[in-house]
């Protein structure tokens, strides 16, 4: 169920630009699934969908245009490097939800 988040979470950043956006909904979608008896633990439940947030890029990012003014690069550098860099953050917050506690 942990993955099931991640998609709709994702979908919802790219599409509103707005990560809290996306985590409410995917919560929101969610919840009569956690409801029904899972043994799953609901902060990592959450911690799944939140890295399912992070992933790609969205273009009127204030991250994004931090990065490419702080380092100079220009907005196809920025672009790339930022895409990379939350696409991975987004990965290993899943893999660490993964591992987290099932349990009640």
Do not use: D
């Amino acid at each position: 169920m942990l993955v099931l988040g991640r998609p709709p979470a994702l979908l919802l950043f790219l599409s509103t630009g707005s990560g809290a956006v996306g985590i409410v909904a995917a919560t929101g979608m969610l919840a009569p699934l956690a409801a029904l008896g899972s043994r799953l633990h609901t902060s990592v439940l959450v911690a799944a969908v939140r890295a399912g947030s992070l992933g790609l890029n969205y273009l009127n990012h204030a991250g994004l245009w931090s990065v490419k003014a702080s380092f100079g690069m220009t907005l196809g550098q920025t672009t790339k490097s930022h895409v990379a860099i939350r696409t991975s953050v987004s990965a290993c917050g899943l893999r660490m939800a993964l591992l987290g506690p099932t349990v009640r």
